[in-house]
């Protein structure tokens, strides 16, 4: 019996969602090149969502953009499934999820130059100051994205919280040697920007949104 998202359905995550936990032993092979959860689609560009949450972005993405692969890492096992679930459901091939802790995946796991760009759309704030250490942007982390990111690379960052939009803009400032900063102002179906599950409720309630790419130099 499934509970939560699943409302009483079992969900199927077969050939779509990747556990962690069923990864090679860190000690043993500790960098893995994900572009291999592809199969023969495996030499196509990849694209990476952090937070992916229930799949909405990838899930209305992927289908126009079939050239390329996106991999989305979520670390709550109920939208990993869920959205994982979701991506097999719409028949979608060029979608995998992960679930891991998507800063450490890339850290420790991920080869270089492997991906052209990192989605991270309506980051979880951590607004607590004792909890900034847990905000996915950090000075070590834009320094890992750099890393992962083929030549002229991009990461697209979307928030509606002021407070963590200074704290990336003071980072994106002080990583500027590595990225340069532009603006971002894609409109998608009915003026959304990436059309996430977070930015269709924020829409709805009338926050505004604060966005940037930030390109490999
Ligand atoms: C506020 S939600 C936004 C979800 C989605 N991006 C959207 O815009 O609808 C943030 C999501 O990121 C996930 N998340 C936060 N930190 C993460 C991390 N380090 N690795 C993987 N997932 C993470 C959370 O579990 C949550 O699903």
Redesign the pocket.
């Known amino acids: 019996m499934s509970f939560g998202l699943a409302r009483g359905r079992q969900l199927d995550i077969t050939g779509i969602g990747i556990e962690s936990a069923d990864l090679p032993d860190f000690d043993r092979e500790p960098i893995i090149d994900p572009r291999a959860w592809f199969g023969d689609r495996g030499s196509l560009p990849l694209e990476i ?6 799949g ?2 990838l899930v209305q993405q992927a289908p126009h953009q079939p050239q390329v692969n996106f991999l989305g ?4 096992g109920e ?1 990993f499934r869920y959205a994982a679930d979701r991506v097999r459901r719409n028949a979608i091939t060029n979608v995998r999820l992960l679930r ?5 995946f890339i850290r420790f796991r991920c080869p270089d130059a492997i991906c052209t760009v990192i989605h991270l ?4 704030p951590w607004p607590k100051k004792r909890h900034h250490k847990r905000r ?1 942007v950090q000075d070590q982390s834009l320094r890992d994205f750099h890393r992962i990111l083929g030549n002229g690379g991009e990461v697209r960052i979307v928030t509606d919280h002021d407070e963590y939009w200074q704290w990336i803009e003071e980072h994106a400032g002080r990583a500027a040697d590595s990225f340069t900063r532009e603006p971002f102002e894609r409109g998608g179906p009915s003026d959304e920007i ?1 059309g ?4 269709r409720k924020y829409r709805r309630e009338g926050r505004p949104f604060h966005a940037m790419i930030l390109r490999k130099r």
Not at 73 to 76: C, F, K, Q, S, V
Request: glycine share 8%; hydrophobic share 45%.
């Open positions: 969502e952090i937070g992916s949450g229930k909405t972005f890492i979520e670390w709550a939208f891991a802790d998507a800063v450490e759309y309506f980051p979880d996915c990436v996430t599950n977070f930015e």
